[in-house]
């Protein structure tokens, strides 16, 4: 009994693990040359009802900004971007 509770308890924990994967788009249309000039705005930092993740906005821009530096020498990170909503 013990076993199982302690299983279960270990998948639940395993199913809270934070991570993320980006995946580059196969066949997309849009092609960087590497003089290209880039500016990648900072989204504003997610919400989850009352609780604000601190700093996702810049994490999800460097992420980005990581993604493309190969591909071009001339970006930048902007600002947070203003909402519309």
């Known amino acids: 009994m013990r076993f199982f509770a302690l299983l279960g308890f270990m998948l639940v924990l ?10 580059p788009q196969q066949n997309g249309s849009a092609r960087i040359a590497a003089n290209d000039r880039i ?13 604000v ?3 996702s906005g810049r994490n999800t821009a460097k992420i980005i900004f990581n993604a493309t530096s ?10 947070v971007s203003e909402s519309s909503l």
Do not use: F, M, V
């Open 39 to 51: 500016l990648i705005s900072t989204p504003q930092d997610g919400e989850y009802g009352t609780h």
């Open 70 to 79: 190969a591909k071009s020498r001339l970006l930048r990170i902007g600002g």
């Open 53 to 55: 993740d601190n700093g």
């Open 14 to 23: 395993a199913g809270c693990a934070d991570s993320h994967n980006w995946t």
